[in-house]
Nanobody, 115 residues
């Protein structure tokens, strides 16, 4: 079972930046897609950004042009968040899917953007 360890959340003022990291316990080729989701209070969890093992990316419309997802060869995924807005406040969860279709979630990291 793949384990994910997240870091990098915190409190930032609107217009500021944060970088989230998520390290997977497996560094080989068994992980296909990795992604970041977020869940704000009273709302459903939503996809923020995703990246495949081949480097293809996908972003929610609300973060396009502000957030960048990247991934290194050791299966650590990053989310660079710029021009943060109060509506970006949420718990951010890392996601990983293996080539066999098994899904793992991180424990979540809080991002709070003050106005």
């Amino acid at each position: 079972q793949v384990q994910l360890v997240e870091s990098g959340g915190g409190l930032v003022q609107a217009g500021g930046s944060l970088r989230l990291s998520c390290a997977a316990s497996e560094s080989g080729n068994s992980i296909d897609a990795m992604a970041w989701y977020r869940q704000a209070p009273g709302k459903q969890r939503e996809l923020v950004a995703a990246i495949t093992s081949g480097g293809s990316t996908n972003y929610a419309d609300s973060v396009k042009g502000r957030f960048t997802i990247s991934r290194d060869n050791a299966n650590t995924v990053y989310l660079q968040m710029n021009s943060l807005k109060p509506e970006d406040t949420a718990v951010y969860y890392c996601y990983a899917r293996t080539i066999w279709g098994l899904v793992t979630w991180g424990q979540g990291t809080q991002v709070t953007v003050s106005s």
